[in-house]
């Protein structure tokens, strides 16, 4: 367990305080402005008043009126008339407790029976810990079996292809699994190409893709990847494309440790009581995990109550790649670091400095994106183990806890053991 005492963390300068007030309050008045923006929107729409101003509808008024786009004024529409069927969450939202984007994000999941819940839970979590939380969750009026999956190709009149499609989850975590193998396949073969090009003789003529290829599937693990590519995270904007193609080439041949390139497998997380879950595609419900499981190729982790899998004590002071699998799988397959969604660029964080005896154990690591990182390494965020808890402490006074794994929740008042001498009981005399 680490001791830090409050009194030696870094405080923020007065210009730096006042500022992070301001913006808190003026976020707050702007909630309660848009809570009560919606409730007139829907008096308004309910009485059809848009006719009298000379539109024909709401939206139409608001574009007119408000100058905001199409698509805004039928959002305001919408969720204010949502709204109204959950006076729980309005009143919530109208005291600023919950922000339009959460509000936004529970409409999609509210029921009359199940309005109390979300709430509670949205008030205890952070945005995006609370997407989390409510994933795999039923939305109302959904048919899941009424979902078209599909891949359609399209040739252009001028040679070029288009492609789109929507798949399962189950098959769109498999295809995303390979977009990542492509991804490093692509970038490496990149490399032995330009090797190639340099070259003063012809040799290149006979220098095959598949001879690249296996060259490339070849190289030892310890080797880093190009930094064009993250071992890391879905591939993003061109590089998708680059990920395709070198998925596409690697069709004839198979790399042979696909665990040595973080990310680029299927994982399910199953726990002891019997759930299971995708943890880089939290969408996908459980029962639509058992043919998964049963048929395809991916790597299950039997989690304690703990969330543990794997330890190696002192060692090795790098995570080996086992244990970097199931730091991913545990921490949903991004940064640690609360509200923070990077899952490229990941570096695992020891939490008690291997250099200070810290120990290279599940419980002593945390997967950190390289900026959050950074923000550790320079005093801004620090991370501290309270015994199964993780203290995630801002330089603004802002905090979060993981208890036993779960997800961080903001708890600006809590303390660690250290931080309280040794002793949660306030009645206890020295």
Known sequence: MTTVLAGERPQLSALAERLCSTIADAHTRMTTSKAELLAAVRMFDQHGFAAETGARTTAQFLTRRLEISNSTAHEYVHVAHRLGQFPYLEQHFAEAALSYSVVRLLLKYMTKENERELVDLALDLGYHALEVALSGRDRPGEDEHAREYYMRVHPQDNGDITVHGRFNASDGAAFMAALKLGEIAFYEMED???????????????????EMLGEVLD????????????????????????????????????PKNALTTPGAHVNVLMTTDGRAHMPNNVGARSETLANLIANADLRVSTVDDTGLIINTGRRFRLANAGQVNALLAMWGGQCAAPECTHSRFIEIHHIKEWADGGMTDLENLLPLCSSCHSLVTDGYLETVKDGADVHFIYMDGTRYVSENYSLPRRQDDAMTWAECGGSFDDDETA
């Open 219 to 254: 190289v030892e693990p310890a080797k880093p990847s190009k930094k064009t590519a993250s071992g890391y995270g879905l591939p993003v904007g061109r590089m998708l494309l680059d990920s395709f193609m070198g998925m596409v080439h690697s069709m004839r041949t198979r």
């Open 192 to 210: 032995k190409l330009e090797s190639a090009l340099r070259r003063d003789d012809d040799s290149i003529a006979d220098y095959s893709v598949d």
